[in-house]
């Protein structure tokens, strides 16, 4: 195209490349023993469409797999752009997918992909218009299951490609490079739509990237939160609990961020809970820190469970000085309105080299504006209890506050704790609210611990929860409270329940598992 701008011969040597794709893509059907048929058809022409599926329709009376790949991208700030250009893009890509789905509506669908970028996940300066449509795409797909529950629909956000389409060409290798952002080589993303529709049923979106650089960078350490506001006193005193000291962040990719620091000096839950001399941070205290975080970011909302509890790391604290926990936590909604929250807790430490941070616990927090309706069981007292606490913690670590047990019995399969008496406090101040039960949960814990010492000649320690839900907090007990332990697959995991003398169930726990320490203990 001599003597023609390079924006203009491009467009044109797009078009050639674009042609040639399409004769490598029919060669490629016929070479493998298929027929392809070629239409070339404006995506906008609604008409043309309804026509070309019609007589898909006819011929084979059903779609195995509909792929709309199509797409316009024209870079501009809004202030720059007119009208008309903003809805062309915008509508190639929604109105030529609606189009395609409401002329198929009378036929079977095996699987929809549609095309969509990276810049409708995260979106990108001067493709408003562009993000909206791909994001758009991504919605419509995701809503299929509802109203076309028998196909599989698949969006896939692609980054820019390193070999092929407008990304490849010009400047913009050197701008994606400047900006962090990996380009995908084609023989890395070419297989990926075959991979999605034969390696399994996922129907959703999917990202194909490498690093994303810019686009999930924050443009604020907080992440817009006003941070002393909302851990102002007041606001921590509306939210109640003591455990999550300061929350620091809300980033949009990050997620949540908050830290507080723990002595064991001034924390009876660390005092009492200390092996060799060294506290040890209580799973069960795990489960209330993310309880109490999850309720600070979501207010108006109770915790219904904590399931999927990992307790992956023991958080020490040497010398018995304080330790700072850093948490981070994101919120997903559920599709009745209810929340999970995935909650991680790491400590931090300064090495030669530079930080080094550890996973310690992880849970998802499950939330709900509704309560568990609290339920009540047959139970009848047992009798007296054979194993007494002395003879359990000769051989438990726990100091007067993680004393739970006021005598145990083993039979079978099954265990009974009963609640001590006149514990300590566990937290300090002591009169600060609880939202898991805490010590209740330890309850069924050290009381799976007897049946193990009992029945294995084990002591363990915890590992994992699958689910556990609090009804009822320990102070609101009137009568005694006992654990009732169901050890499943000979000890593999357990079931328990805290419940009153009436029956009345405080917590329920199932999936608990533990880890045995090496050697034999007898009780």
Not at 181 to 207: D, H, N, Q, W, Y
Not at 390 to 410: K, M, N, T
Not at 462 to 467: M, N, V, Y
Request: hydrophobic share 45%.
């Amino acid at each position: 195209a001599a003597g023609e701008k390079p924006v203009a011969a491009q467009k044109k040597l797009a078009a050639v490349e674009r042609a040639a794709a399409a004769l490598r893509a029919i060669e490629a059907v016929q070479a493998a023993g298929g027929t392809a048929v070629y239409h070339s058809v404006n995506l906008l022409d609604d008409a043309a469409l309804t026509e070309i599926v019609a007589e898909i329709g006819e011929r084979y009376g059903r779609i195995d797999v509909l792929i709309h790949a199509g797409g316009l991208e024209i870079s501009k700030g809004l202030d720059r752009k007119p009208p008309e250009q903003f809805d062309l893009v915008y509508d190639v890509k929604a109105d030529g997918f609606y189009s395609l789905l409401r002329a198929a509506q009378g036929l079977p669908i095996g699987a929809v992909v549609v095309f969509s970028s990276v810049a409708g996940r995260f979106g990108n300066m001067g493709q408003t218009d562009y993000s909206a449509a791909n994001d758009l795409l991504c919605k419509i797909c995701s809503s299929m299951r509802r109203w076309r529950p028998e196909t599989r629909a698949i969006a896939i956000d692609w980054t820019a490609w390193a070999d092929i389409g407008m990304a490849a060409r010009g400047s913009i290798p050197k701008i994606m490079e400047m900006a962090g952002i990996e380009m995908l080589p084609a023989k890395c993303g070419v297989p990926t739509v075959r991979r999605e529709l034969t390696a399994g049923g996922f129907s959703g979106e999917v990202l194909v990237a490498g690093k994303l650089g810019l686009l999930t960078e924050e443009s604020e350490a907080a992440g817009g939160l006003d941070v002393e506001r909302f851990n102002s006193p007041q606001r921590r005193g509306e939210r109640g609990g003591i455990l999550v000291e300061r929350v620091t962040a809300a980033q949009v990719y990050g997620g949540w961020r908050a830290e507080t620091t723990l002595a064991p000096q001034s924390q009876p839950f660390l005092r009492d809970h200390a092996l060799d001399g060294t506290p040890l941070l209580p799973g069960v205290m795990g489960a209330e820190i993310f309880a109490e975080l999850a309720l600070a970011i979501a207010p108006g909302y109770g915790v219904t469970a904590v399931t999927d509890a990992q307790f992956l790391a023991p958080f020490k604290f040497y010398r018995m000085e304080p330790q700072t926990l850093y948490l981070s936590a994101t919120a997903v909604p559920e599709a009745n309105g209810d929340l999970q929250v995935y909650a991680e807790l790491r400590s931090r430490r300064e090495i030669k080299s530079g930080r080094q941070e550890k996973l310690h616990f992880s849970a998802t927090v499950h939330l709900s504006k509704n309560a568990p309706v609290a339920p009540d069981v047959a139970f009848t007292p047992p009798a007296p209890l054979d194993i007494p606490a002395e003879a359990i913690y000769d051989i438990y670590f726990h100091g007067p506050a993680y004393r739970v047990l006021a005598g145990a019995a083993v039979d079978g399969d099954q265990a009974v704790g009963l609640l001590a008496d006149a514990l300590p406090p566990n937290v300090n101040p002591a009169d600060a609210p609880e939202m898991m039960a805490p010590r209740l949960i330890e309850l069924c814990f050290q009381t799976a611990g007897v049946w193990q010492l009992r029945q294995q000649g084990k002591m363990a320690l915890p590992l994992a929860i699958g689910s556990v839900t609090a009804y009822r907090q320990e102070r609101e007990a009137d009568g005694r409270l006992y654990a009732v332990v169901q050890a499943v697959a000979g000890g593999e995991a357990f079931a328990a329940r805290v419940v009153d003398e009436n029956g009345r169930v405080y917590v329920a726990l199932r999936g608990y598992r533990t880890v045995a320490l090496p050697g034999k203990v007898q009780l």
